[in-house]
């Protein structure tokens, strides 16, 4: 997995992008941030670059495609599913349903948005961390 491939951040709400962008440079994230409003368009994206990115953040509420199916999308497609790239979860919904259909497409991580700004932070940090980290296939 390029550690140095982008991050790829699916979010349709302006402030939640702006904040992650900010987080992501506290933390000084070396990765390029690549920030998409909609699953369609960062499935296509995907579909069509050279990047192999390092990591896709996705909300699960986003219009005309959800999170949920832009990660059916992905696992669907050999050539995408081989690249292996983590899929996070990264939203407000808590649902316990939601949750264990995430986990059985399956997911890499379901993290609810926090309310405070340093939790995020901190979240953000320990997700990054722990991929720089982790042996996945390439």
């Known amino acids: 997995m390029p550690r140095n491939g982008p991050i790829i951040i699916v979010e349709d709400d302006s402030d939640d992008s ?3 962008k900010d987080i992501f440079e506290e933390l000084k994230v070396p990765n390029i941030l690549r920030f998409f409003n909609s ?20 909300d699960i509420n986003l219009p005309a495609m959800s999170g949920l199916d832009f990660l059916k999308k992905i696992n669907e497609n050999e050539h995408l599913r081989k690249k292996s790239v983590p899929f996070i979860f ?3 919904t808590s649902s316990n349903e939601i949750i264990q259909k995430a986990y059985c497409m399956p997911v890499h991580g379901f993290f609810v948005k926090p309310t405070s700004v340093d939790e995020q932070k901190q979240m953000m940090k320990m997700i990054v961390d722990y991929w ?7």
């Open 90 to 92: 990264f939203s407000t």
């Open 132 to 138: 720089r980290f982790s042996k996945i296939p390439f």
């Open 18 to 20: 702006e904040l992650l």
């Open 39 to 58: 699953c369609a368009v960062a499935l296509d994206y995907l579909l069509t670059t050279l990047e192999k990115p390092f990591l896709i953040i996705s």
